[in-house]
């Protein structure tokens, strides 16, 4: 693991810097992407700062944006081994009442933005025999109202995980897809407080994420479904 390198989408708050945290703990090197340059370098500061971490403005949903920043992480820190797809958003109202410009924002940025970022990977990946991590969901696998436009993302992301695992695993590449439950994260523009302490925390996917990195080369967890072992009985 030590001196591998790491490129996180949205690793500005949430999942996305846990994982950053977890994987410089584990003596990684870290790129981590927001929409804002000044947001990034604010999470680069309160992950220790440092020239093991690199802050990134890139907006997934242009592709060359995502490919000038695997140029970047190429270019500082000369390699490039795992790719965490993590960046996401989510509107949730019911078909009536969603927007198309909602519709849209979700679509291009947890599914077009998914593919941007692991097409713009590929290349580097392929000569690192890396590993592709996406972040998806339960939504992707259970439906719920009010839920289209994310569970459409979400749905779409599973299988646009799986069958790029297939394609590329036979190239060194290792592909998985996690699918958290509630997490405990400002996802929906959310404030956690105490009372969402039986929710997944962000570090428990950290967690996850590292299990699966260390995990024996001829094994792949290609689907990975984590939930709360104990949420509020309905
Ligand atoms: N929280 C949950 O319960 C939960 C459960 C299952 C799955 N997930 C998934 O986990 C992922 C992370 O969610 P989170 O809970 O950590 O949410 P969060 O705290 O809101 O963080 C979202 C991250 O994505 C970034 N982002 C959003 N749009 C972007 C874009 N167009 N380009 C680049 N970065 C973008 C944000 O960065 P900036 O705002 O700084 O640009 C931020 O770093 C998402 O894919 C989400 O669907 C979350």
Known sequence: MRGKVAYITGGSKGIGFAVAQSLLAQGL????SSRSIEAAEEAKERLG??????????????????QTAIEQ?????GQLDVLIANAGVGHFAPINELSADQWKEVIDVN?????????A???????????????ASLAGT??????????????????FTQAVM???????????????GSVSTEFNQRTPTDADAWKIQPEDIGQIVVDLLKMNPRTLPSKVEVRPSRPPKK
Do not use: C
């Open 121 to 135: 990977s590929l290349k580097s990946l392929e000569e690192s025999k890396g590993y592709i991590i996406t972040i």
């Open 29 to 32: 090197r870290v790129a981590i």
């Open 166 to 180: 297939l394609d590329v695993r036979h190239q060194g590449i290792k592909v998985s897809t996690i699918m958290p």
């Open 73 to 77: 992480v190429n270019h500082t820190f």
């Open 49 to 66: 700062g440092g020239d093991n971490i690199l802050a990134l403005e890139s907006d997934v949903r242009s592709y060359k944006s995502e």
């Open 111 to 119: 599914l077009t933005g998914v593919f941007h970022s692991v097409k």
């Open 142 to 159: 259970n439906f719920f109202a009010g839920g289209a436009a994310y569970n459409a993302s979400k749905f779409g992301l599973v299988g």
